[in-house]
């Protein structure tokens, strides 16, 4: 209710501060004053939002959180105060406290969300939060336009919103405070900021999704920030045509937000990610290339699309944002993405107002973005494979395959821990990896890297090739050395302890080398079963794999099951086989 209101609040007056302009207010143009708008509420995230950060983690969320809406019932005051005299002046400064409001408000509700929320719950925790945000979002901005017809009414509402907000921000200062509730005294704008970078760049897949983020915010404001322009100037819609338009992508961003934790199975899934970014491409070309020359509906279809799949995108990111960085880093992670986000927001407005001025109707904009979009994520995506190998997995463990997945608490949820496996096929990782939680490195036979699709995307996931001491001692001892590094960094290694694929679909020996590892780096390791493979495509069933494309059925039932973890004292070999053959029994039996 908090992210709703203040979401509502902040895009209303940044809509009406555009459409005041629109009106006659000013000397300046439309395109202008669409990017003034947004430079006047991003500027507070990308000044204030590193001592937001530090604030978060270090003193009480829910006073923040209340002080936070104190600020944004100054800029509704403002924002309605200018709305009613014609003042543009005091219009522009309830925008600016209204930033304020939201570089502060971020980092303490994405920071108290893991606080609050148990770890099985909280993707769709944040698909709600997402949603309500860009539901907010995209209506409020709608309603701006009432600045121009119902300007009392609309004063009224700038500031009715500010007092529910602060309402609701009481009753969120009732949440837990982080440490001790004493605030920390930020140590200049460039200190704070260039420490929540820091922290942020510290994690190399928490730096990616961050850097991701920027961009979505990018994109998602060059449609968002031009849809009233462009259904009231392109379209040439009426005012109920028009708020029908907003309402599509809300209806979009709403399906998102339940669609995006049954498509994830309940935890942070980024192989949905690229599915976003190519529904938010796909849709936004026909939306710019078609829009204006088909009825209505056609355009509301697309803005659905375009919603549903900007959930589907940057929902998983938020939320592995929030996973991976350990809880008393949170507030300060989340401020260093808003103030990129700011960056890249105010970057979009200067390229889209110039872009406008120079003529280029809002539809070939978008076309032009759509592109963009898709051109980025192919270079983004080449980069940061982990996107890419994650929606192979995806598809394999939630569309090719259903998997069910037993015992995932028991993978540890930060630390360094060894995962045993029994070995069926030669995409058992891509399977493994779409069912455990945390990103893992996997150890694989060297002859495996000389397959020609499978070796690109062993190389490209960071796999690890092992060989036995006998056919090569160099590899053996410099796989030990990596899977040693892993460790010690605090990083999931995954071995298939057996050495080989199965050719009969039994469990065989395990080799030694998984009490090397554990006795070189003391750590837990969790024994883990793999069944429903044995006779697919992908095995040695009836000889070589790869003859046997339909042997198994579409989406057939595969099932991961995991043991507690075994103390680093109690590892060996022998009794690690025990477990899993256990393991895989009882569910082949069943």
């Known amino acids: 209710m908090t992210q709703v209101l203040a979401s509502a609040g902040d895009n209303f007056l940044r809509s009406a501060l555009g459409w005041s302009v629109v009106a006659g207010w000013s000397g300046l143009d439309t395109p202008l004053a669409l990017a003034s708008g947004v430079f006047a509420f991003v500027l507070p995230a990308i000044a204030v939002s590193g001592l937001a950060g530090v604030w978060a983690d270090a003193g009480d969320r829910g006073r923040i959180a209340l002080a936070a809406q104190c600020v944004g019932l100054l800029g509704g005051t403002a924002g309605g105060a200018g709305i009613w005299f014609g003042s543009i002046g005091l219009l522009g400064v309830g925008v600016l406290l209204c930033g304020v409001r939201a570089a502060l408000l971020g980092p303490v509700k994405y920071a108290l969300i893991p606080d609050l929320i148990p770890e099985d719950r909280l993707l769709a925790a944040n698909g709600w939060v997402e949603a309500g945000t860009y539901v907010a979002a995209v209506l409020g901005a709608a309603a701006g336009a009432l600045v121009v017809a119902y300007p009392r009414l609309a004063a009224a509402l700038a500031f009715g919103g500010g007092a529910l907000g602060l309402a609701t921000g009481a009753w969120f200062a009732s949440a837990r405070p982080a440490s001790g509730g004493q605030l920390a005294v930020g140590r200049g704008w460039l200190a704070d900021t260039a420490e929540c970078l820091a922290l942020a760049r510290a994690g190399v897949g928490v730096w990616r999704c961050t850097l991701a983020l920027c961009w979505f915010w990018l994109v998602a404001q060059g449609f968002v920030a031009w849809l009233p322009a462009w259904t009231v100037g392109d379209l040439r819609a009426s005012p109920g045509t028009a708020l029908g338009l907003a309402t599509a992508l809300a209806l979009g961003i709403a399906l998102g937000g339940g669609l995006v934790n049954r498509l994830s199975g309940g935890w942070v899934e980024l192989g949905i990610v690229p599915v976003g970014t190519v529904g938010i491409s796909l849709f936004g070309l026909d939306l710019g290339l078609f829009g204006t020359h088909f009825a209505p509906w056609r355009a509301g279809v697309d803005l659905v699309g375009i919603g549903l799949s900007a959930t589907l995108l940057a929902v998983p990111l938020h939320t592995a944002v929030l996973e991976w960085t350990p809880a008393g880093q949170r507030g300060r992670v989340v401020a260093a993405g808003g103030a990129l986000a700011g960056l890249g927001m105010a970057f979009g407005a200067l390229a889209f107002a110039g872009l406008s001025s120079l003529g280029w109707p809002i539809g070939r904009i978008w076309v032009a973005l759509s592109l963009v979009n898709l051109g980025v994520a192919a270079v983004f995506y080449g980069t940061a494979p982990e996107f890419l190998l994650r929606f192979v997995a995806w598809l394999l463990s939630?569309?090719?395959?259903?998997?069910?997945?037993?015992?995932?608490?028991?993978?540890?949820?930060?630390?360094?821990?060894?995962?045993?496996?029994?070995?069926?096929?030669?995409?058992?990782?891509?399977?493994?990896?779409?069912?455990?939680?945390?990103?893992?490195?996997?150890?694989?036979?060297?002859?495996?890297?000389?397959?020609?699709?499978?070796?690109?995307?062993?190389?490209?996931?960071?796999?690890?090739?092992?060989?036995?001491?006998?056919?090569?001692?160099?590899?053996?001892?410099?796989?030990?050395?990596?899977?040693?590094?892993?460790?010690?960094?605090?990083?999931?290694?995954?071995?298939?302890?057996?050495?080989?694929?199965?050719?009969?679909g039994a469990i065989h020996s395990f080799r030694p080398g998984i009490e090397r590892i554990a006795a070189r780096d003391p750590v837990s390791v969790v024994p883990m079963a793999l069944n429903g493979l044995w006779g697919s495509f992908f095995s040695r069933y009836r000889g070589k794999p790869f003859r046997r494309p339909f042997s198994r059925g579409f989406r057939s039932p595969v099932w991961v099951t995991l043991a507690p973890p075994v103390p680093p004292g109690q590892v060996t070999a022998a009794a690690l086989q025990e477990q899993v053959t256990a393991l895989w029994g009882r569910r082949s039996e069943a």
């Open 398 to 504: 939630r569309v090719i395959y259903r998997v069910e997945v037993r015992g995932a608490e028991n993978v540890p949820r930060d630390g360094a821990a060894v995962l045993v496996s029994n070995h069926v096929t030669f995409v058992d990782w891509l399977v493994l990896m779409g069912a455990i939680r945390r990103p893992a490195r996997f150890v694989m036979y060297k002859g495996f890297f000389d397959m020609p699709v499978a070796g690109i995307l062993f190389r490209q996931a960071g796999t690890i090739p092992i060989a036995g001491g006998k056919e090569d001692p160099e590899m053996l001892e410099r796989a030990m050395d990596e899977i040693s590094a892993t460790l010690r960094r605090g990083g999931l290694v995954v071995i298939f302890p057996e050495g080989s694929l199965t050719s009969d």
